[in-house]
């Protein structure tokens, strides 16, 4: 695993005012019944990033074998680049490698340094023997990812996930907007009904989901200037907008979470100095999270600090 080079401070949690009704600091939830939402976040306890997932819809090859793949929205307050349009510090969860910096970032969002030695790509710094990666002999094709599990990952010479594999050969395939890199499907030949669309229509990324029963949900994303503002679900019942804003300054980071039932969460940060000679000389840190539960209930304080 990639050893993050900026931590040097451990982490202390202190819990000023909490109440067992509030918002959760580990799950997104509502005081309202009706509402629920497929959203998560916390505070990295190793790094004091911000980090946020929405589930967008599954998609599988064969029912029984798979593979089966949940496409995800992730937000990381750390990271500084925009690498499939959605804004900066979000991306999919989708592995990719970033030939600049010789990084390979996986679906679960570990990230490893390849080192290549003899000519033969190699994990830097691996501990767990739990995946493996070599070149690709296939046209096109840069790496290929094993995983302990039996899933095979392809990577094509730009570094984006092309194709998740079974030990029987049932691959869910990846496309992609060839000027832009943007996703535009996951498809597979084996389950043809079962897939995933990604497009733009009036002006919202438009992600569809489309099942084995013949229904499909629709999730609205607004992207405006490299900042993701609004998730929308419009025909899914049950659910409602998420709204986010962010700060001012070069690193945009989320300081608020709108939730439709009309609570929220508030974020503030704090600049950590990194060791000296890094690319960078601080880093933010979440300092403070406040999660009001609204409808007249208490709200839940955490203060972060970095001894």
């Known amino acids: 695993m990639l050893a993050p080079w900026y931590i040097q401070r451990l982490l202390i949690l202190v819990l000023v005012s909490a109440s067992a009704a509030v918002l959760g600091h580990s799950q997104i939830t509502s005081k309202a019944h009706h509402y629920h939402s497929p959203g998560s976040l916390h505070v990295d306890s190793r790094t004091g990033g911000l980090n946020y997932q929405y589930e967008l819809g599954g998609v599988t090859a064969e029912p029984q074998r798979g593979p089966h793949f949940i496409l995800a929205l992730r937000y990381n307050s750390l990271d500084t680049l925009d690498p499939h349009g959605l804004g900066i510090g979000w991306s999919f969860n989708l592995s990719r490698y970033d030939n600049t910096s010789q990084q390979l970032i996986l679906s679960n969002s570990v990230k490893h340094r390849v080192e290549f030695i003899d000519g033969n790509p ?111 679900t419009p025909n899914a019942p049950n659910t409602g907008d998420i709204g986010f804003s962010y700060t001012h300054n070069k690193n945009r ?53 970095y001894v």
């Open 122 to 232: 190699q994990l830097q710094y691996q501990k767990l023997k739990n995946i493996r990666i070599q070149y690709s002999s296939r046209p096109g094709m840069l790496f290929e990812i094993t995983h302990k599990s039996g899933l095979i990952e392809y990577l094509n010479n730009r570094g984006w996930l092309t194709q998740q594999c079974n030990a029987y050969g049932e691959c869910l395939d990846f496309s992609y907007d060839e000027q832009s890199g943007e996703l535009t499907r996951i498809s597979s030949r084996s389950n043809e009904v079962n897939r995933i669309e990604v497009s733009m229509h009036g002006g919202y990324r438009v992600v569809q989901a489309d099942k084995v029963d013949g229904s499909h949900y629709e999730t609205h994303l607004a992207v405006s200037q490299q900042k993701l503002s609004l998730i929308a």
């Open 253 to 305: 980071l989320i300081n608020e979470i709108h939730l439709p039932d009309g609570s929220n969460y508030t974020v503030e940060y704090t600049e950590l100095p990194v060791p000296t000679g890094g690319p960078v000389s601080y880093v933010p840190a979440v300092s403070r999270l406040f999660a009001y539960a609204g409808q007249g209930q208490p709200g839940e304080e955490t203060l972060y600090c």
